[in-house]
């Protein structure tokens, strides 16, 4: 370790420095205090122009996404295609067909099945009626002797 020292200490004295050389390494150290907040600043500067050109570049896709969905909205085969999916209308004089796939069946089933549309006849109001009579009628049960006494005590 000493002798380590004393060569770091030689090499040190061996070194000669003209005034030349000492302005020139002021000069750039003073240079690069000057400059380093300005670098700093320039570096911050251009990541935000990076990120707000990002930020520009998704904006410009979700409004060219949202102008060609009101494209699609102006065509009336779209508007047509899409209230007969989501609201399940149907033009006059067409039959909708509404598949429930609810019940599961065996892969082998001695079921016979039917080409033949069968059509439920249901008188919805005359339902409706009755669920609002039942529900309005619907009386609570009084409690039995045995319940009103256990909750007297």
């Known amino acids: 370790m000493k002798r ?9 004295q061996s070194l000669r ?3 030349f050389t000492v302005i ?11 400059l380093s907040p300005n670098i700093s ?15 520009v570049r998704q904006h410009r896709e979700a409004v060219e996404a949202i102008d060609a969905e ?5 065509d009336p085969a779209y508007v047509r295609a899409q209230a007969r999916d989501r609201l399940s209308y149907v033009l006059p004089g067409e ?23 069968t059509q439920v006849e249901r008188n919805w109001a005359k339902d ?10 619907a009386v609570p049960e009084t409690p039995s002797e045995d319940e009103a006494a256990r909750s007297d005590e």
């Open 128 to 137: 409706l009626a009755t669920s609002l009579i039942a529900a309005g009628s």
């Open 70 to 74: 009101r494209a699609q909205w102006r």
């Open 24 to 34: 020139v390494v002021v000069s750039v150290i003073g240079g690069a205090l000057i």
């Open 41 to 55: 600043t320039f570096v911050q500067q251009r990541r935000e122009i990076s990120q707000l050109r990002e930020s």
């Open 95 to 117: 039959t909708q067909l509404s598949i429930i796939a609810d019940i599961v069946l065996p892969a082998e089933s001695d079921e016979e099945t039917s080409a033949d549309l």
């Open 4 to 12: 380590w020292r004393e060569d770091l200490a030689a090499w040190a």
């Open 17 to 19: 420095f003209s005034g």
